[in-house]
Each structure stands twice: as C-alpha cells, then as structure tokens.
C-alpha cells in the first residue's frame, strides 16, 4: 500500500489545523478517519492509495465554540445622560444617524416632520425648476389653445360669409 507524500505547505496547512485553539486555553479535538480505496477505482496504476481526512469532533467542537448569535439582541445605549444644552451640530448629526431607522417616516417627531420644517425654514421649494418649467409650459399650452380658438372662430365667421355670398349669388343668378 502506497502512501501519499505530501508537500512541505500541505504539511503546514495540516499543523495549522491541528493547532487551532478557541479562547487561546484548548485545542480543539480533531478526529482522524483512514479510507482506503479498492484497486478497482484507480486508474491506471492500480496501486492502492491512502486517504486520510481529518475533521473536528462535532459535539467537542459545539462544547468548545459558541455557535449562537449574540450580537442581535442587542439593546439600544441609554441616552438620558445626555444634556442637549451641550450638544452641537456633529452630535445632533451623530445621534440622527444612529436613530435614522428608528424614525417613522410620517406623523409627528417624524422624517416628513424634519422634512417639513427645515424646507420652511431655508424657504426651500422641491423641485422648484421643474414646476416652473411646467408652468412655463401650461401658460404657453394656454396661448395655443386661445389663439387656436380664435382662428376656429374666425373659419367660421368666414365659413358663413362665403354661405351668403354663395347665397346672394344664386339668387341673383336665378333673378336674371
């Protein structure tokens, strides 16, 4: 039976295995299992090749690390020492971003709120070139249409002018 020789980094690799400690105390157990393969399944050569794996002891490994997640539930820093009469921008700034999802989005104390307020204050319009542009637009439409209905207005003042012409002149023609 022939044994694989391994290179000197794959050596290394499985020291570094071999080696792992959790909180620096212990090493972690690690189970060695030996298969070997029937002269069948390999190729060519037909000698028999030693597979060696290595893995850690599942129930030591669960004793030994926590698996379990501790960083979810955490609660949020209590802010009543906080003095607002000390606070400046940055930390108004800070604190915003710390509690931006924890904002509702509308109602009182709210984003729509802070929206609201602040666009007052700077007189601030959203998208205020874009409502001008389509104000410009309304009242140019506006100009269209009134001088549209004016030239329809005067097709049909024509339209009866050349009636009675028409007309007049069918009459006199049977007059004659």
């Known amino acids: 039976m022939a044994e ?3 290179t000197f980094r794959e050596e290394k690799k499985i020291k570094d295995v071999e080696e792992v ?10 189970q060695t299992s030996v298969v070997e393969t029937p002269a069948t399944e390999i190729p060519t050569d037909g000698t028999n090749v030693t597979l060696v794996r290595q893995a850690f002891d599942k129930a030591k490994f669960k004793e030994t690390v926590k698996t379990n997640f501790t960083e979810l539930g955490v609660t949020e820093p ?14 108004f700034f800070s604190i915003y971003n710390n509690l931006f999802y ?13 929206i609201e307020d602040s666009s007052q204050y700077v007189d601030y319009k959203a998208n205020q070139v874009e409502i001008q542009a389509l104000l410009e637009e309304i009242a140019e439409l506006r100009e269209q249409n009134l001088q549209l209905t004016i030239d329809i207005g005067n097709v049909f003042a024509a339209q009866e002018t050349i009636e009675t ?6 009459e006199q ?3 004659d």
Do not use: C, M
């Not at 802010?79 to 930390?91: E, H, I, K, R």
């Not at 012409?165 to 069918?170: F, L, S, V």
């Open 4 to 6: 694989r020789n391994y």
């Open 173 to 175: 023609a049977n007059t």
């Open 21 to 30: 400690f959790v909180d620096n105390t212990k090493p972690l157990p690690i």
């Open 165 to 170: 012409a028409i007309a007049e002149a069918e």
């Open 78 to 91: 209590d802010l009543s020492f906080f003095d607002p009469n000390l606070a400046t921008v940055g930390d």
């Open 102 to 114: 924890l904002i509702p989005k509308t109602g009182p104390n709210s984003h729509t709120t802070l």
